[in-house]
């Protein structure tokens, strides 16, 4: 069996294991701890009961707590309230898809909430699950370190995240599109990346970020058959074979930029339908909806009222809106002084995010101020990189991330940056990876001088042995670990476990 399979199915097994445990511990904290009374959205059912609702209610009622209630109103209802329009549709519709085929037969004994309720439970894990295989493929493919690539998958698998990679939300289903699509720009499969690409914006608006990907790979790769024309070819052929490679690199550009960011624009598209020409009159809702929206002044569409004023605007962006209005999102706009515990809870993700691009600066600062496009000749090229995190591969990765940690921090709701990076980006598990392999004897190949302290299974068994890990042997010897491997995994560990317990009873969390 080759090493890749080996590794894969200890990544999904590990995976496996973490998201079994979630759906447990948040079955048993939901049940054990009595939920807040929040401010959120909770529209009424209009649903009878059906036999078995109550008991999938009690299992994976944690999971519909906070905005998941708006991705399983979408699901039901579809987009009625404005606000709706700020979850974008690719979640809802794989949840209502599963409810429609491979849950149908149940629907004697269950309920669409019921059903939906389910859809969720095994959905977000089947995703999270090619979401772990997705992120090791494309670590293994860009960091050229198999125990690298590994760890890193390990590590996503006990995310700070879990609770919204678990609960109803888009973040599995958005990073195994992410991760997935990446890998396939990194093979070289252009068209495909972008359809994977394309689709991930239509489960998350932050997925238009991604075109800074599909813009560098292909000029990286431009550049570098520039430079073997520059030397095998001659005269009009070498002339004519640059003038291919730029119109080539011109075309993706444009299309694949086009492509990605087709399915956001179709969906403002849908809104301004919606709101600004509506054919929907208020007889045409359910009154106990219609009652909501009046009770919380939440905007139906109405073809007897006047439009909103947003539709007068010279860009009508509902998005753009509905962040503005409802979510008070802006920049630098939270930035107060009772903010302060959000900022706390937001500060681990990103110390990690600027932890990585300072190492990566310092490890290759030249390569960083010619923006990794080409290299001296005094320097290897990429086809032959260094394996690692400092290899001129993660360069691009690394701008990914500081984009995100900049933008998360200054323009959105700051606590939202932990899921934000960690279902966007590989960065954050691939840096604490490296410190972790760099910092802890225990991982070291090498066994422990200690007599105390005996790691059984080093990284090599475990790679021999699929049913360990170092994550799993690290914990029974936390207290001999480094400082570094204690902060890291206390981090990953504390909030994979905080998360289940506060945001299954509708308490405050990323």
């Not at 709701?413 to 966007?424: D, N």
Request: net charge positive.
């Amino acid at each position: 069996v080759s090493s890749m399979t080996m590794d894969v199915r200890a990544v999904l097994e590990f995976a496996t294991l973490t998201r079994v445990l979630s759906l447990v511990l948040q079955a048993v904290l939901n049940a054990a701890i009595p939920d807040h009374d929040a401010d959120a959205f909770r529209p009424p059912r209009t649903e009878e009961h059906l036999y078995l609702d109550s008991v999938v209610e009690w299992l994976f009622g944690g999971l519909s707590h906070w905005d998941a209630e708006h991705y399983l109103f979408i699901a039901e209802r579809g987009y009625l309230y404005e606000h709706n329009f700020a979850f974008f549709p690719l979640f809802p519709v794989v949840l209502r898809g599963l409810v429609e085929t491979l849950l149908r037969p149940l629907s004697s004994w269950l309920s669409v909430r019921g059903r939906l309720l389910l859809a969720v439970a095994v959905g977000n894990s089947a995703l999270f699950l090619l979401s772990a295989v997705a992120l090791y493929a494309l670590s293994r493919a860009v960091l050229q370190d198999r125990r690298l690539a590994l760890l890193s998958s390990f590590l996503y698998c006990i995310t700070p995240a879990n609770v919204f990679m678990t609960a109803g939300y888009s973040e599995s289903l958005f990073a195994a599109l992410t991760y997935g699509g990446l890998l396939l720009l990194e093979k070289g499969f252009t068209f495909t990346a972008c359809l994977a690409l394309s689709i991930a914006t239509a489960a998350r608006s932050n997925g238009l970020v991604n075109i800074g990907f599909l813009l560098y790979l292909p000029a990286l790769r431009a550049i570098s058959q520039i430079r073997v024309y520059r030397t095998t070819t001659t005269g009009y052929s070498k002339v004519l074979r640059y003038i291919w490679v730029t119109l080539r690199l011109l075309l993706t550009s444009l299309l694949g930029t086009a492509v990605i960011a087709l399915p956001f624009c179709a969906f403002q598209y849908y809104g301004y339908r919606t709101f600004c020409t509506p054919s929907t009159s208020l007889e045409q809702i359910h009154p106990s909806l219609l009652s909501l929206a009046e009770k919380r002044s939440y905007r139906v569409p109405n073809e007897n009222g006047p439009p909103p004023l947003w539709c007068m605007r010279p860009l009508p962006l509902l998005y753009s809106h509905i962040q503005d209005v409802y979510w008070d999102v802006g920049f630098l706009r939270y930035f107060e002084l009772r903010q302060i515990p959000n900022f706390i809870l937001a500060l681990p993700m990103a110390t990690l995010g600027i932890v990585a691009v300072y190492a990566y600066f310092q490890a290759n600062s030249e390569l960083c101020l010619r923006l990794g496009l080409w290299e001296t000749s005094s320097k290897k090229g990429l086809d032959k990189p260094i394996p690692g995190f400092f290899n001129p591969k993660v360069f691009v990765y690394i701008v990914h991330s500081a984009v995100l940690l900049v933008f998360g921090t200054l323009c959105m709701h700051v606590q939202v940056l932990t899921r934000f990076m960690a279902s966007s980006s590989p960065v954050p598990f691939w840096i604490s990876a490296h410190l972790l392999l760099l910092n802890e004897p225990l991982l070291h190949r090498r066994k422990t001088s200690s007599s105390t302290v005996q790691l059984h299974t080093d990284f090599r068994n475990c790679c021999k042995h699929t049913t360990q890990n170092p994550i799993v042997a690290l914990l029974p010897h936390f207290k001999a670990c480094s400082p570094t491997t204690q902060c890291i995994l206390g981090y990953f560990l504390s909030y994979w476990l905080l998360g289940l317990a506060l945001h299954c009873n509708f308490l405050p969390w990323t």
